[in-house]
């Protein structure tokens, strides 16, 4: 059964700060574009195979992305996906750790 994924409001604003750092290094650039298409594409992952990636802590699971220092952690219900955070690599222990 594939699962809607909800992302919730904190890790959305965690995205957007990530883009716009981003853009701010380099205005001319694509990065930010490229980080919200393989954000897309991780979730697109995690919606199809919500178990390939290992748990964090607890029942929190992270997948991390691989062009950026970023993870994307997650829980998985019944009913759906819950996307709690997205957090870079530096500063996990917001996660959990």
């Known amino acids: 059964m594939v ?35 393989e954000f897309d594409s991780v979730i697109a992952i995690i919606r199809e195979q919500p178990e390939a990636f290992p748990l964090f802590e607890g029942p929190v699971r992270r997948a991390i992305l691989t062009t950026f220092p970023y993870g994307i952690y997650y829980t998985v219900e ?13 500063q996990e222990q917001r996660a959990g750790h």
């Open 3 to 37: 699962r809607p994924v909800l992302v919730s409001p904190q890790a959305r604003i965690d995205l957007v700060v990530a883009a716009e750092w981003y853009h701010e290094q380099d205005p001319d650039a694509n990065i930010p574009i490229q980080l919200f298409e």
């Open 78 to 90: 019944p009913e759906r996906i819950t996307v709690l955070y997205f957090i870079a690599m530096a």
